[in-house]
């Protein structure tokens, strides 16, 4: 009895591993079957298969040489955070802490980018006189002539952005638009900054790369700087009132002393006592705004950023030429892929757009 059950579970196994390479045989068949299909509509169409590709090469062959070269200016720089030594400012001095680095919001090409095309310090840029084609002129106008075949000049003035017309507003911020296209800025671990232009213009990619560089810089030292310049501007201001005051003391004890020449009377010294009084105060405070002016000035230039030039652009400029080779070739894969779409349709076609025909005119 056991020997029979034995029997009859090999028996079973054997039909369940026959029906297994059946469905595997039949699987392959179809497929090889689906693989002939296809081949043969490859073989009674092949030459109009090859009209796309070819029709698809030549047009991309066409639009290789439509593609006009681009000229790629650089400027490449680092922010130095080397700070000189103040001499006579140390241990509990306010002036200890003047050797710490201003390139914190430097460091973030993104950032940085962000900031430089901000209304006000791109209007800098854009608005600041530039010679190009022998012809010198705000940057925008130079911008417009060359990229959107102006003759004359768009802009004749400028006041602030605030000022501007709604039309000549929309102008400026295309132009801003258009020229932050043309730029990237970079950072690299070595703290090395790049500005790369690029344009279908030599000159003008030259131009707006030194342009951009110089507004930046500019912007970023204002930036820096605005507190301490302002300190600066204040005691300079002081220093000279106080002078002014100084002197004005001085003339009047003097006035004093040649009318009051051998009159010798209490009210007489009171008022000598008081001009001298006030005329050392004002020596003293003069002494204090003088000292106060020259470290606040050796604070400026401490934390004035240095920017240290590497590589400037130079002409000619790196010519960036679109290959028609290789545009050739990916319009040609285009076409084979469109031959592919052809192929999948004619295969639908042929087996199941009866059975779609059908579900379509019951639904």
């Known amino acids: 009895m056991q020997e029979k059950e034995e029997i009859e579970t090999i028996n079973q196994e054997l039909n369940i591993s026959e029906g297994k390479i059946l469905d595997e045989d039949q699987g392959l068949k179809q497929f090889l079957a689906i693989g002939k299909e296809i081949f043969g509509i490859i073989k009674i169409y092949a030459l109009f298969f090859v009209i796309p590709i070819i029709l698809m090469g030549l047009f991309g062959y066409y639009k290789g040489t439509q593609v006009k070269p681009t000229y790629t200016a650089k400027i490449t720089f680092f922010l130095s955070e080397e700070r000189p030594q103040v001499p006579g400012f140390g241990g509990n001095n306010n002036f200890s802490n003047l050797l710490q680095t201003t390139n914190t919001a430097f460091a973030n090409p993104k950032k940085l980018k962000e900031y430089a095309f901000t209304e006000k310090v791109g209007s800098k840029m854009v608005f600041k006189k530039y010679v190009f084609r022998g012809r010198e002129d705000y940057l925008a ?19 602030s952005v605030n ?7 929309l102008v400026f911020k295309q132009i801003l638009k258009g020229i932050r296209d043309l730029v990237s800025i970079d950072y690299n ?8 232009i690029t344009s279908g213009d030599e000159e003008f990619s030259k131009l707006l790369c030194e342009g951009f560089y110089d507004n930046l810089t500019d912007y970023y030292i204002e930036r820096a700087t605005r507190k301490a310049k302002i300190t600066v501007d204040f005691l300079e201001e002081k220093l000279a009132y106080v002078k002014a005051q100084l002197e004005n003391s001085e003339f009047n004890l003097a006035d004093y002393k040649d009318k009051a020449n051998n009159l010798v009377t209490f009210k007489a010294d009171l008022n000598e006592t008081r001009y001298i009084r006030n ?21 400026l230039q401490s934390i004035m950023p240095l920017f240290q030039t590497i590589d400037e652009p130079h002409l000619p400029l790196q010519k960036n030429v679109v290959s028609t ?12 892929f469109i031959d592919i779409l052809i192929i999948a349709v004619i295969y639908v076609r042929r087996h199941f757009w009866a059975s779609i025909k059908e579900t379509v005119k019951s639904a």
């Not at 000022?163 to 507003?169: A, C, G, L, N, Q």
């Not at 671990?189 to 790369?196: F, K, L, M, Q, V």
């Not at 105060?281 to 606040?296: D, V």
């Open 141 to 159: 106008n130079h911008y417009l002539r060359l990229m959107s075949g102006y003759k004359d000049s768009y802009f004749k003035d400028f006041t």
């Open 163 to 169: 000022e501007m017309s709604i039309p000549d507003y």
């Open 189 to 196: 671990e070595a703290e090395i900054y790049s500005i790369t």
């Open 279 to 299: 005329k050392a105060l004002l020596e003293g405070l003069y002494s204090m705004t003088a000292t106060a002016l020259e470290g606040s000035k050796t604070n």
């Open 325 to 336: 080779r290789n545009q050739l070739l990916m319009y040609m894969f285009i076409g084979v």
